[in-house]
């Protein structure tokens, strides 16, 4: 992670005056950058970029953004542009989907994780998310993703 930081869940207060709700980290699936997820407004999840979180405020003294309250660390899902469940991706493997957010250029992101290994949290752009392919390597047409019990 960025300068070697640890963030704790809570309420921060950036050096501009914004309060920002982190309730978690997340890792995009296709750049390998780290999220915070900033769940200030419930109905509009944004994701804050790590490296921008831990930088020296604009004075070049202290950090850009202070805690000023500690949460209880559980995350809070929001209602998503994307059914939340389980979903398959076309090569086989299963992911629990929780929801959407924004990053800060507006993007929207889905917020996921693999059902095997680590478990780690990711982010990928609901477009790719969404998307159809086509590998007739495999032989595969068909959406990237399906919600289980449903079929492509």
Do not use: C
């Amino acid at each position: 992670m960025s300068n070697g930081h640890l963030f704790q869940t809570g309420w921060y207060l950036s050096n501009n005056g914004v309060s920002h709700h982190v309730v978690g980290l997340a890792q995009h699936s296709e750049t390998g950058a780290f999220y915070l997820l900033d769940a200030t407004d419930p109905s509009d999840w944004h994701v804050l970029e790590l490296t921008r979180f831990a930088d020296q405020n604009a004075n070049g003294k202290g950090p850009a953004y202070t805690l000023v309250q500690k949460t209880d660390g559980k995350v809070y899902f929001v209602t998503p542009a994307i059914e939340p469940g389980t979903y398959r991706h076309f090569k086989g493997k299963t992911y629990d989907i929780y929801g959407t957010l924004r990053d800060e250029n507006g993007q929207t992101l889905v917020l996921y994780r693999p059902t095997y290994g680590q478990r780690a949290l990711l982010l990928r752009p609901l477009a790719m998310f969404t998307e159809e392919v086509d590998r007739p390597e495999i032989p595969y047409k068909g959406p990237r993703f399906w919600l289980m019990g449903t079929r492509p």
